[in-house]
């Protein structure tokens, strides 16, 4: 019987990870350097500013790696 509700909760847990991806939309990184450009941020987010691209890229590197990425969508920074 533990079993059998140890694998239904691991079922559920799986099947809701899908619904969690689902709140921020997909950024294809078209280059496949793992971040992502301008460029590649306004296909998604077209009133993408170079100030707020600036305010997202804290390394100064000119690309927003996954942890810039998350923290400017926890700040609310980009808008479709």
Avoid at 26 to 55: C, H, I, Q
């Amino acid at each position: 019987m533990t079993r059998i509700l140890t694998a239904l909760g691991l079922v559920a847990g799986l099947a809701a990870v899908p619904a969690l991806a689902q709140d921020a939309p997909a950024v294809a990184d078209t280059d496949g350097n793992g971040t992502w450009s301008m460029e590649e941020l306004k296909v998604t987010y077209p009133n993408l500013t170079e100030e707020t691209f600036a305010a997202m890229d804290t390394n100064a590197d000119g690309q927003i790696d996954q942890a810039e990425y998350d923290a400017a969508m926890g700040a609310d920074l980009l808008k479709q």
